[in-house]
């Protein structure tokens, strides 16, 4: 029914940059908030970034503020995480998650749907 697909994924080395895409098959995209999510192996899954349905707020993670850009394209139901200036510790399986209630949230458990991941390994 609802589906969230992560994509763009891949290996790059450090100080690259890569652009994941979440496409989603939520109703109305833009009565979502959406998040992307990150779980290193051995680690917590934890937050990265979040972005609500007016665009008009963003949220980071202090680890990746100022290298990462969470942005959306309603018109093709997407949420992108532009990654720049990746480390070695940014390596970790990367979720989408969309939220039907507030935006911002930086627990795993108040958003809603999950995508199946995409993997990011940044090589030093």
């Known amino acids: 029914q609802v589906q969230l697909v992560e994509s763009g994924g891949g290996l790059v080395q450090a100080g690259g940059s890569l652009r994941l895409s979440c496409a989603a098959s939520?109703?109305?995209?833009?009565?979502?908030?959406m998040a992307w999510f990150r779980q290193a192996p051995g680690k917590e899954r934890e937050f990265v970034a979040a972005i609500s349905w007016s665009r008009s707020n963003t949220r980071y993670a202090d680890s990746v503020k100022g290298r990462f850009t969470i942005s959306r394209d309603d018109a093709k139901n997407t949420v992108y995480l532009t990654m720049n200036s990746l480390k070695p510790e940014d390596t970790a399986v990367y979720y989408c998650?969309?939220?039907?209630?507030?935006?911002?949230?930086?627990?795993?458990?108040?958003?809603?749907?999950w995508g199946q991941g995409t993997q990011v390994t940044v090589s030093s």
């Open positions: 998650a969309a939220a039907t209630t507030g935006w911002g949230h930086n627990r795993d458990d108040e958003y809603d749907y």
């Open positions: 939520l109703r109305t995209f833009r009565s979502y908030a």
